[in-house]
């Protein structure tokens, strides 16, 4: 069964500056998905970014980029000019890239919960 | 487009009775899947309904049950609730069966008395 961990249950960052968020994963397969959400107080979970496995590409959206290492089973999330409203928890998810009646359920991590200081 | 539904935000149940959720995923999209949120578990995948058909489900007890309609809404019930099912329940819609990109309701959270 694939885990995904995130080592660091809080961080903080102060407004305008860098932080990244880390995860690890443990899965044998060699197609699958990844993503980064985020949940604010408000608890609507929205997708921040995603990653293919099979792009060797870093996904970027915006403030927000990823670092995927397919080989050491990493998948940090670095938040750039930090801004208050990024303040959430964020969690990092896998999912199999399987066809055919393959559990496609996300699995999460435990999540980071990130402070963002003025 | 609207984003995902879902109702009621907030319900209190007492223990033994049962409860249903609903979720309306987004426009076009006919894969649900259904999360539970607890501070001690985190989130656990419940179940995914493609088509009104369940493709697949958690590691839950038969309690938990749902089922998804023609026009891909999906409801969710747990009868006889115990406890610990108060948590937040979170419905995600998807384009395809499994949908690579799962997007997320506001959720609903059950307090059980």
């Known amino acids: 069964a694939q885990t995904v961990t995130q080592s660091q249950p809080e961080m903080s960052v102060q407004e305008a500056e860098t932080v990244t968020l880390s995860c690890t994963y443990d899965?044998?397969?060699?197609?699958?998905?990844l993503f980064w959400y985020k949940q604010p107080p408000s608890r609507q979970m929205i997708l921040v970014i995603r990653q293919e496995a099979y792009k060797q590409q870093n996904a970027t959206e915006n403030r927000f980029s990823v670092n995927f290492q397919k080989a050491a089973k990493s998948f940090s999330l670095k938040i750039s000019d930090s801004q208050l409203g990024d303040a959430a928890m964020y969690f990092c998810?896998?999912?199999?890239?399987?066809?055919?009646?393959?559990?496609?359920?996300?699995?999460f991590g435990k999540g980071t919960l990130l402070t963002v200081n003025p | 487009k609207a984003g995902v539904t879902q109702t009621p935000r907030y319900l209190i149940k007492t223990r033994g009775q049962q409860v249903t959720l609903s979720c309306s995923p987004i426009?076009?999209?006919?894969?649900v899947s259904w999360y539970q949120q607890t501070p001690g578990q985190g989130l656990q995948f419940l179940f995914e309904?493609?088509?009104?058909?369940?493709?697949n489900k958690g590691n839950f007890p038969g309690r938990f049950s749902g089922r998804q309609f023609s026009n891909s809404r999906s409801e969710m019930n747990v009868s006889t609730l115990e406890l610990g099912d108060s948590a937040l329940y979170l419905c995600a819609s998807g384009a395809r069966a499994g949908g690579e990109t799962q997007y997320f309701g506001p959720g609903t959270r059950l307090l059980v008395l």
């Open positions: 309904y493609f088509s009104e058909t369940q493709r």
């Open positions: 899965t044998s397969e060699s197609d699958y998905y």
């Open positions: 426009s076009g999209h006919r894969s």
């Open positions: 998810a896998y999912r199999t890239g399987g066809s055919g009646g393959s559990n496609y359920k996300l699995t």
